[in-house]
């Protein structure tokens, strides 16, 4: 997994452009970069920081990190315990590719409040999720269909390894009032991901914490307060650490 991730090295639209908006809250500054897996993101935000400090669960992913970005700090580590970081450390946390959305809603808000307590006064949290809002949200996996024979194969190959998947996960799928815990399209149907509507996230910051500045689609437009977009697949959220009375 972690030479397939390595392949994919440029910035999505939407992190592109909330990165731009943003770059005053992690230009000089000191960055954490949340499960940088192969390292994608770390030639654009590494130059620019004070310090960066990149972060994976990954054994993998962090040698590989190593290898590729010599100079760059990297520490084996689970975003739901960053004991290892003292309080107040960071100015700026970023976290790509939905990387809140891997664990459970325990291990979210753990993960949030750890954030809170290494960002320093009025620290940028600037991070991705799966929106509960989309259209469709909850599916099952669908053929493709191919001209080509031997692509089409393929296809009904995965689509295969995809109904098994999707059978096995659906059950351990979880609906509540302000979440929902999905099996969806990645890796072949094999994983459950966390999904939240924009409204929702805005009030799980506010009891961690934090204090909702921007959401964006994934085309990189802004989302209008109380649009609950839809649209998007996922949304990118930006907050700002406020503290908590």
């Known amino acids: 997994m972690a030479a397939g991730y390595g392949r994919e090295t440029l910035l999505t639209r939407v992190e592109a452009v909330a990165l731009l908006k943003y770059q ?3 230009a000089g500054k000191d960055v954490l970069d949340v499960g940088v897996g192969a390292g994608r993101t770390t030639p654009y935000l590494a130059p620019l920081a004070r310090h960066y400090q990149a972060v994976d669960y990954s054994p993998a992913m962090v040698a590989r990190v190593r290898t590729a970005f010599p100079g760059v700090s990297v520490a084996l580590a689970d975003m739901t315990d960053l004991h290892g970081f003292g309080d107040a450390g ?3 946390v970023f976290a790509s590719n939905n990387v809140f959305d891997a664990v459970g809603h325990e291990d979210r808000l753990r993960t949030l409040r750890g954030i809170h307590r290494i960002l320093r006064h009025d620290g940028v949290l600037m991070f991705s999720g799966h929106n509960r809002d989309v259209r469709h949200a909850m599916q099952w996996p669908r053929p493709v269909v191919s001209r080509n024979p ?3 194969m393929r296809h009904l190959f995965y689509w295969g390894v995809s109904l098994v998947n999707h059978a096995r996960l659906r059950k351990a799928q979880t609906v509540r009032a302000d979440h929902a815990i999905i099996n969806d399209s990645a890796h072949d149907w094999s994983m459950l991901h966390y999904y939240i509507g924009p409204n ?7 009891d961690e914490g934090f204090r909702l500045i921007e959401i964006f689609d994934q085309m990189g437009t802004p989302v209008a307060t109380g649009d609950r977009a839809t649209h998007s697949r996922s949304l990118l959220y930006v907050a700002q650490r406020v503290t908590i009375e």
């Not at 929702?200 to 506010?206: G, I, K, P, S």
Request: charged content about 20%; proline content about 0%.
């Open 24 to 26: 005053t809250a992690f």
């Open 90 to 92: 960071f100015d700026f």
């Open 150 to 152: 031997v692509t089409q």
């Open 200 to 206: 929702e996230q805005a009030r799980q910051l506010a």
